[in-house]
């Protein structure tokens, strides 16, 4: 028989609503099963599955399980079936003891998601248990004077069943003298007593053998029997008569060992040794009192020799005789009562009904942790019990019924600060003084995936040497995941982006596992310098999430370039390059320049020059810096018409590369130097010297006038060309140098006439950067006609000041400065 137990009755609805709203995901209500005792094993109890509303599959499913607070596994769960069943024998007497009710509570505990579900069975008495006595036989002896309806206190019989099943009734033989009378105790107990109905006579009939028998209420009544033997005594008229017949004593279970608890007292209306009274225990007093109680023979003081335990037993009787020392003995009998009283000497127990559950630290709160029980073997407010958590814990307890709790999450866990909770609880009852006990629970948080990878650093700096040999490493980026396990593996990649308008893999790859970076193939400075890659770091967790830093590579420039020469134009084809220079030039005549550029940079790209070899090392030298070849000395007549100079050009790399350039000087007669130095046309006259032939004069003539004309028209064609598509321009800084007094200007004509080209240098050589030129190429054919644009270095220089040094060596032309365009009018 099956019977549902909920919240259906409104007035419970009334007194447990909050607690059933707090609880209902996590507890239900109660189904109650009634059995008899002493089932076979296998018997079953009841459909547990259809009762609590399982299916068959969630018996494995949600691992269902039947835990019993008594301790001892009476049930099982029949997976296949569902149904409750009987797993060891049940004895009602040896569970419940004399207790009426008899009910086993059960916890049927469920998992994903935790629940509890409460069961009770009730195990029913069966009459499997007969009354028996203590002794198998009762001596009395009583006076044959004993005056009728004096009743003496026979034995009780016990019976481990209950109920109706338990002592109904007591017999007695057939006796002329001797008949049988029940009283009633409280408690619903009853005490049989031997009432004497008629006189005795000795002489008649000295020895009466009775028998009593107790019967139960069970079907088919079960019953024990105990013999009594009644001897008739001859004299002694008084029997000792106790001044009360039953004596109740309370006294607490903590009670000393030598506390007197309670004197009886009997008096005997004899005189001399028949009225000398002596006090003993019943015969049929059991060894379990004897171990605990004292009896003092002489004066009736009962005291304790034994510790008192309420939990074991709450209540003592003790049967009392009190003894004459007449012939024959006479006794008189009454019972003391001892009822124990509870003090709180049992601190609470905490009883895990389920493991704790392992907890992922995103779970939310009111998840069930774990199940447990609140027991104290005290009663009353002994053993109410309340159960209490540290402040800071993120957990709480949610109460459901008889002393069950469940534990539940109620704040933010993160495992990456706690891994594990040892959470303590704390047990206090309400006793006075109030005991308590603790319990550590462990709980362990699971990891779930919420945490980035982090860089060691938002960005990196990579310097790499050019010229690398491929597959090398260049840098090694690393990345760390405060989750665990497969939330904390790391894979590095590179994200696709343009490099030069090329796939940033095929310059680099990465080690997904230990985020290595290496080189495809070696760089060049002259071609790259700079540029990123994007590393992404994941982890393996379920979304998995990454996190980008920036690598900054940069290439370091190495010497491996060595000077390059762009003029002389010829060298720099790789032919001779010939100049022709008069013997009239003086000292510190420039004869050319030579021009270089280092395609490197830094003190990698520093030019120096340097001659080398010379056919006449006296007569040339060499700027160290610009490249000039000048004059050392005024050219003699001795000196070798074809002079060779090997100039050597030198970077301030490591190590040095260098380049070398041939110049080969056709000294000539002239009267006319080819360089003018513009410098000292503007502060001294141009003196004539030496003789010259008409054809001479004439030839120089027609050169002149040619290249006055072609100046003219370049100057011209210049200005229109930058006014219309600004092809002559204005590069380099303003001239803020000119005026410097060593500043020099030049102009350098080609042999047929052309101006090739006009620089004005600052005193400081040290810097190529501190010249303005303009320069014609002499390779187009129409080369005369086109206009020339001056370079300048210098932001201070004074183009008015350019303008009348052109004026001075150029007096019959028009010279205007227009958006940095030098033009002839």
Same mark, same amino acid.
């Given at each position: ?9 409104w007035?419970?609805l009334?007194l447990?609503?909050f607690y ?7 507890? =239900? &209500?109660q189904?109650?099963?009634s059995?008899p005792e002493?089932?076979?094993q296998?018997?079953?109890v009841?459909?547990?599955?259809? =009762?609590? &509303?399982? &299916? ?5 499913e ?13 049930f099982?769960?029949?997976?296949g079936?569902?149904e409750?069943?009987?797993n060891? &024998?049940?004895?009602?007497e040896?569970?419940?003891g004399q $207790? ?6 059960l916890?049927?505990?469920? !998992? ?8 009770e069975?009730?195990i029913? +008495?069966?009459n ?5 006595f203590l002794?198998?036989?009762r001596?009395l002896?009583i006076?044959?004077s004993t005056a009728?309806?004096?009743r ?5 019989a ?12 007591? @017999? ?7 008949g ?11 005490v049989?007593e031997l ?11 000295s020895?009466h ?9 069970g079907?088919?009544?079960k ?7 009644? @001897?008739v005594?001859?004299?002694?008229d ?8 039953l004596?109740?004593?309370t006294?607490h ?5 030598g506390?007197?608890l309670?004197?009886v007292?009997?008096?005997d209306?004899?005189e001399?040794v ?5 006090y003993?225990?019943?015969e049929?007093?059991?060894q379990?009192?004897l171990s605990?109680?004292q009896l003092?023979?002489?004066t009736?003081?009962i005291s304790?020799?034994g510790?008192?335990d ?6 003592? !009787?003790?049967?009392?005789t009190?003894?004459?020392k007449?012939v ?5 009998h009454?019972?003391?009562q %001892?009822?124990?009283?509870?003090i709180?000497d049992?601190?609470?127990e905490i009883?895990l009904?389920s493991?704790p559950?392992?907890?992922?630290e995103d779970a939310p ?7 447990i ?8 407010d002994?053993a109410?019990?309340v159960?209490k958590?540290p ?7 949610k109460?459901?019924f008889?002393n069950?709790?469940?534990?539940? @999450?109620?704040g933010v866990?993160d ?6 909770y040892?959470?303590?609880i ?21 990891d %779930?995936?919420d945490n980035?990878p982090?860089?060691s ?9 050019e010229?690398?040999v491929p597959?090398?490493i260049?840098y090694?980026?690393?990345a ?5 396990g ?11 982006s343009?490099?030069q ?6 310059y680099v790859?990465?080690n997904?596992?230990n985020g ?9 400075y ?9 590393v992404?770091a ?5 979304p998995s ?9 940069f290439?370091l =420039?190495?010497?491996?370039?060595a000077?390059?020469?762009i003029?002389?134009s ?6 001779l $390059? ?10 510190g005549?420039?004869?050319t ?7 490197d940079?830094?003190h990698?790209?520093?030019i120096s ?6 056919t006449d090392?006296s ?7 610009t490249?000039?070849?000048?004059t050392k ?7 070798d018409? $074809?002079?060779?100079l090997?100039i050597?050009i030198k970077?301030?790399?490591?190590p040095v590369?260098?380049?070398t350039?041939?110049?080969s ?7 006319h130097?080819?360089i003018?130095?513009l410098r000292?046309?503007?502060?001294e006259?141009?003196?004539k010297?030496?003789?010259?032939t008409?054809?001479?004069i004439?030839s120089l ?7 006055l004309v @072609?100046?003219?028209?370049l100057?011209?064609k ?15 800084? +303003? ?5 410097n007094?060593?500043?020099n200007l030049?102009?350098?004509l080609?042999?047929?006439g052309?101006?090739k080209?006009v620089?004005?240098?600052g005193?400081?050589?040290?810097s190529?950067?501190q ?6 190429s ?19 220089t004074?183009?008015?000041e350019?303008i009348s ?6 007096p019959d032309?028009?010279w ?10």
């Amino acid at each position: 028989m099956t019977k549902r137990i909920g919240y259906r009755d409104w007035r419970w609805l009334a007194l447990w609503w909050f607690y059933f709203f707090l609880l209902w995901s996590t507890i =239900d &209500g109660q189904t109650r099963y009634s059995i008899p005792e002493e089932l076979k094993q296998g018997s079953v109890v009841g459909n547990l599955a259809k =009762d609590l &509303g399982f &299916g068959l599959s969630d018996i494995f499913e949600r691992k269902l399980r039947v835990d019993s607070e008594a301790g001892k596994q009476y049930f099982s769960v029949d997976a296949g079936k569902g149904e409750l069943v009987v797993n060891d &024998g049940i004895d009602r007497e040896t569970l419940c003891g004399q $207790s009426t009710s008899c009910v086993l509570p059960l916890q049927v505990v469920t !998992e994903n998601p935790l629940q509890l579900h409460r069961i009770e069975v009730e195990i029913r +008495d069966i009459n499997d248990n007969s009354p028996m006595f203590l002794t198998e036989e009762r001596s009395l002896k009583i006076a044959e004077s004993t005056a009728t309806g004096i009743r003496f206190p026979l034995e009780t019989a016990q019976d481990l069943d209950v109920g109706s099943n338990s002592v109904k009734s007591y @017999t007695l033989s057939k006796d002329e003298c001797f008949g049988l009378r029940i009283k009633e105790l409280s408690g619903n107990r009853k005490v049989p007593e031997l009432v004497l109905e008629k006189s005795l006579d000795r002489e008649k009939q000295s020895v009466h053998h009775l028998l009593l028998t107790a019967l139960d209420g069970g079907n088919p009544v079960k019953t024990g029997t105990t013999k009594i033997t009644v @001897t008739v005594l001859d004299n002694n008229d008084n029997v000792p008569v106790f001044k009360r017949p039953l004596y109740n004593v309370t006294v607490h279970e903590n009670n000393v060992a030598g506390s007197v608890l309670v004197q009886v007292e009997a008096t005997d209306a004899d005189e001399g040794v028949n009225g000398e009274i002596e006090y003993v225990f019943a015969e049929h007093t059991p060894q379990s009192l004897l171990s605990v109680f004292q009896l003092d023979s002489g004066t009736g003081e009962i005291s304790l020799v034994g510790q008192l335990d309420y939990e074991s037993s709450p209540m003592h !009787e003790i049967d009392i005789t009190a003894k004459d020392k007449g012939v024959p003995e006479m006794e008189g009998h009454c019972r003391v009562q %001892v009822i124990v009283i509870d003090i709180n000497d049992n601190a609470p127990e905490i009883v895990l009904t389920s493991k704790p559950n392992t907890i992922r630290e995103d779970a939310p709160r009111g998840t069930v942790v774990a199940l447990i029980r609140a027991r104290d073997l005290d009663s009353g407010d002994n053993a109410n019990v309340v159960l209490k958590l540290p402040r800071s814990s993120p957990f709480s307890l949610k109460p459901s019924f008889s002393n069950n709790y469940a534990l539940v @999450t109620s704040g933010v866990l993160d495992r990456e600060r706690f891994s594990e909770y040892n959470i303590e609880i704390t047990a206090t009852d309400s006793g006075s003084p109030p005991l308590s006990s603790k319990k550590i629970i462990p709980v362990s948080i699971t990891d %779930v995936n919420d945490n980035p990878p982090i860089f060691s650093q938002p960005s990196y700096n990579v310097y790499l040497k050019e010229n690398g040999v491929p597959g090398s490493i260049l840098y090694s980026v690393s990345a760390s995941d405060l989750d665990f396990g497969e939330n904390a593996k790391i894979s590095y990649s590179i994200l696709d982006s343009k490099v030069q308008d090329v796939s940033v893999s095929s310059y680099v790859y990465i080690n997904s596992d230990n985020g290595s970076i290496y080189s495809m193939h070696s760089f060049d400075y002259e071609k790259l310098k700079v540029f990123q890659i994007q590393v992404q770091a994941k982890d393996q967790g379920s979304p998995s999430l990454s996190s980008n830093a920036t690598v900054h590579v940069f290439i370091l =420039d190495q010497n491996d370039n060595a000077p390059a020469v762009i003029y002389p134009s010829s060298a720099a084809l790789g032919f001779l $390059s010939h100049q022709r220079m008069f013997r009239s030039t003086k000292a510190g005549h420039l004869v050319t320049k030579v021009t270089a550029v280092d395609a490197d940079s830094g003190h990698n790209a520093w030019i120096s020059y340097k001659l080398a070899e010379a056919t006449d090392a006296s007569l040339f030298t060499v700027n160290l810096y610009t490249g000039e070849v000048r004059t050392k000395r005024a050219v003699s007549e001795q000196d070798d018409s $074809s002079q060779r100079l090997l100039i050597e050009i030198k970077d301030d790399g490591e190590p040095v590369q260098s380049a070398t350039v041939t110049v080969s000087i056709l000294l000539e007669d002239g009267l006319h130097e080819p360089i003018l130095d513009l410098r000292q046309k503007v502060t001294e006259p141009i003196k004539k010297t030496g003789r010259i032939t008409l054809y001479l004069i004439l030839s120089l003539a027609s050169v002149s006038v040619l290249s006055l004309v @072609t100046f003219l028209i370049l100057a011209v064609k210049c200005m229109r060309n930058s006014r219309s598509s600004g092809s002559c321009c204005m590069t380099g800084t +303003d001239f803020d140098n000119y005026k410097n007094p060593n500043r020099n200007l030049q102009i350098q004509l080609n042999t047929d006439g052309p101006i090739k080209y006009v620089e004005v240098l600052g005193g400081d050589m040290l810097s190529q950067s501190q010249s303005f030129r303009s320069c014609m190429s002499p390779m187009s054919p129409m080369s005369e006609y086109s206009d020339f644009t001056l370079i300048k270095p210098s932001s201070t220089t004074d183009f008015n000041e350019v303008i009348s040094v052109l004026d001075a060596s150029l007096p019959d032309s028009t010279w205007t400065f227009e958006s940095q365009q030098v033009s002839r009018e």
